[in-house]
């Protein structure tokens, strides 16, 4: 079978409904030896790598060979070999040496933009726990094949479709691929055959994330047989998409096109009747056409797009698509995830209410760097030492790290929880407080009544080492309130009074209300080790220490991020499957929130008809308790009012509505390899901050890709120009075809793509959003820099040069004329740094690549000048202080007269 029919093969069989025997047998193994190394190395060959299958990239020989693919080029070089064979050999050589060195300047462009890409796009290989060979033994994830037996912890993200032979308290959440958000419980047992995916409780899916317990099965389907693997062949896009800047830049092209070859065609016939000999005419022609057809637009946008998202990269922004690097820098509408995005995704206690006293905890996500400060005391007061002033504190943060299965970690510099984020709370409180690991170890976990959610409590029983036995409870408030009779108040154990219960609870409430997810936290001390039958016996009579109150804490540049958005006019949009009471919270504590905005519930959004939610939707800030489906609706109802919508999404049932959106935005971390595929950019920190930082980065690259375009094409347009004024005055050709071509390659090459890389503009987040539909260049754009400009320039390179030839040769004239374009269009270089404002004004140094790139040209037409072999081929000779003063009046006039068009007229973004 090749590997599409095992891929049917895997999905074909109902795992679900097969007890675990039959299972081993169908696959091959011992579910306690594993597959040997041999049979694992037969199933790779045979089944293929665990891995969602890829388009294969560009190869750099492909590159290379798409710079010689231009028609014209293909014919001046077949021209040049021509001019070999009538004897005119530096000519051609001369003609080749530059064609070679624009290609390898285009090539190095366009691979180093591929290469970066493709090295940011791998990701580190996730791993996965087996058994092999009898033994346990940890493997890259993508090298699983059916039949491994593959060991499951706490926080581990399923590596493949797995059947379970082995579930101890095992809990999963299923979010990404079914949208549930409430972890399923999982077991062993066989099921219905039509039982659907969401309810196979014996299966293990790929990409799913264990979040309690423990498990261990038997993988069933890897790579494009999983269930991910089905939702991405059906998501997946195999056509390369052409950005609308390239389609319009293609028009540009082609009428200019046509305008060059007109002109090149009608100086070369004019040449003809004038006495040039036809090979050089045809040479010459084409050179004209070379320089002055810009055949390479659409690859000067691609390539300036491709090195914009290189940059993006750089900021934690993989753009996977180019046409989203433009859409970006339209943006109007940015709709967000709450959870993770613009919070920390880390939950934090802010709150503890322990001996009927409020205590605030500062400090963000799970570094463990904070105070504690009382309420009811001076805010700025904090306690030194928490542990020694308050026993029913240091009780509260023992109770509830020891009642934990979550450990906090720091590697690679960072903090970390492995476990549940809840638990992970408890001990990074802990560990701000001075609760140290070693204390931990004096209590030896012995037994525990573990959490589910009809006991909404979980218990943990601790052997101390002089033999005494407790038990610590942690859980809803209000259940575990109901199992305590004690409770410590200064340091004083008493018994809870009604009015303890009532403050309690009262409290309780109150923190609820700050969108503060609540837990108690309770203990006793046990006679003997119990068993569980004695669950209702010991988990009563416990004394009350207190609550800790939650939250996922917003990240500090967020609000800096919404503030810029306003700035930029763009909206921003929180939706969220929380609870709308935490979703205002947060929103309050990011400023998102005005008078007149409304907030929405799933509910409501249900009841909406799709005209009722179009007619709302510009005065919604917040989208609570919705699913993935709502995503979709609410996309909708925004383009319909003409935004330019990007939405955020992790799970598998995100991708339709990151699809439908003008930028999906997929998380690195939390999202799913489906919803990567289905998204036009991928956040590698899941950041909110990060979006906007990308959508700055979209408005820099349009700006720049404006400036790059301005500036070719009104250099090209003086050339063309120049050339067909000499023509018609019935002047000698202004220049050769091997002056045209290097004149193309000095001025065309590293100036512009060093504007490609300015940095952005003071006002760039200023800004309204620019249109999509927007053409690139506006009237005034047209008639100053593409039509007057370009008419100024040529004109006075043409009165010189026939002045000159009165008194001087042709070959100075020729000089004076081919140094005075030249240095006349590095001086647009500089001028084209800013559209909209004098340089001066610009920070005219903050783009040191264009200084470099200007004083490289110039350095490379003054060896044409003064190196005596390059003479001859290029028919030129040594310039005079004269030639340099005419090219330095045509700098100052062309130069001057940019400028105060830019200071009269502007060019408002």
Known sequence: MDKNSQETYQREINWHAIDVEKVSEILSVDINLGLSREEVEKRLEKFGLNEIREEK?????????????????????????????????????????????????????????????????????????????????????????????????????????????????????????????????????????????????????????????????????????????????????????????????????????????????????????????????????????????????????????????????????????????????????????????????????????????????????????????????????????????????????????????????????????????????????????????????????????????????????????????????????????????????????????????????????????EALRNLAIAYRELDEVPTTEDEDKVENYLVFLGLVGMMDPPRKEVKDAIRLCRNAYIKVIMITGDHKLTAVAVAKELGMLDGDDMVLTGVELEKMSDEELEDVIENVKIFARVSPIHKVRIVKALKKKGYIVAMTGDGVNDAPALKSADIGVAMGITGTEVTKEASDMVLQDDNFATIVNAVKEGRRIFDNIKKYLIYLLQANITEILAMLFGTLAALPLPLTAIQILWVNLVTDGFPAMALGVDPPEKDVMERKPRSPDEPIFNIRSVLIYLVFMPLVFASILIIMFNNLLVTESLINARTQLFTALVFGELAIAISTHSLSRPVIKAEPFNNKFLWIAILVSGLMQLAVLYIPQLHGPFDVTYPTMRDYLYAFIVVLIIFGLLEFLKIIFGEKE
């Open 57 to 513: 990239r560009k190869s750099p020989f492909k590159i290379l060979l798409s710079q010689f693919t231009n028609i014209l080029i293909l014919i001046l070089i077949i021209a040049t070999v021509l001019s070999i064979f009538v004897g005119e050999f530096l000519d051609a050589i001369t003609i080749i040496a530059i064609i070679i060195a624009s290609a390898t300047l285009g090539f190095t462009q366009e691979y180093k933009a591929e290469k970066a890409i493709e090295a940011l796009k791998r990701m580190v290989a996730p791993t996965a726990w087996v058994i092999r060979d009898g033994g346990e033994k940890k493997v890259v994830a993508k090298e699983l094949v059916p039949g491994d037996i593959v060991i499951l912890n706490v926080g581990d993200k399923v590596p493949a479709d797995i059947r379970l032979i082995e579930a101890i308290n095992l809990k999963v959440d299923e979010a990404v691929l079914t949208g549930e958000s409430i972890p399923v419980t999982k077991n062993t047992s066989p099921l219905p055959p039509d039982t659907p995916v969401s309810d196979r409780t014996n299966m293990l899916f790929s990409g799913t994330v264990i979040t309690y317990g423990r498990g261990k099965g038997i993988v069933v389907a890897t790579g494009m047989a999983t269930e991910f693997g089905k939702i991405a062949e059906m998501v997946r896009e195999e056509r390369e998409e052409k950005t609308p800047l390239e389609k319009r830049m293609n028009i540009v092209g082609k009428w200019l096109g046509i305008l060059s070859l007109s002109v090149a065609g009608l100086v070369a016939f004019l040449g003809l009747l004038r006495g040039y000999e036809l090979l050089e005419m045809i040479i010459w022609g084409i050179s004209l056409a070379i320089a002055a057809v810009p055949e390479a637009l659409p690859a000067v946008v691609t390539g300036a797009l491709a090195i914009g998202m290189y940059n993006m990269a750089k900021q934690r922004a993989i753009v996977r698509r180019l046409p989203a690097v433009e859409t970006l820098g339209s943006t109007s509408v940015i709709c967000s995830d709450k959870t993770g995005t613009m919070t920390k995704g880390e939950m934090t206690i802010r709150k503890i209410y322990v001996g009927n006293k409020l205590i605030r905890v500062t400090g963000s996500g799970y570094e463990p760097k904070g105070n504690f400060i009382y309420e009811e005391a001076n805010p700025t007061e904090v306690i030194e030492k928490p542990l020694e002033e308050s026993v029913e504190l240091r009780l509260l943060l023992l109770a509830g790290s020891l009642c934990n299965d979550a450990k906090l970690i720091h590697e690679d510099g960072r903090w970390a929880i492995k476990g549940d984020p809840t638990e992970g709370a408890i001990l990074v409180a802990s560990k701000k407080a001075g609760l140290e690991k070693d204390e931990l170890d004096n209590y030896s976990r012995v037994f525990e009544f573990p959490f589910s959610s009809q006991r909404k409590r979980m218990s943990t029983i601790h052997r101390t080492p002089d033999g005494k036995i407790y038990l610590f409870m942690k859980g809803a408030p209000e259940i575990v309130l109901e199992r305590c009779k004690w409770i410590i108040v200064d340091n004083e154990l008493r018994e809870l009074r009604d009015e303890d219960r009532k403050r309690i609870l009262r409290v309780n409430e109150e923190m609820a209300g």
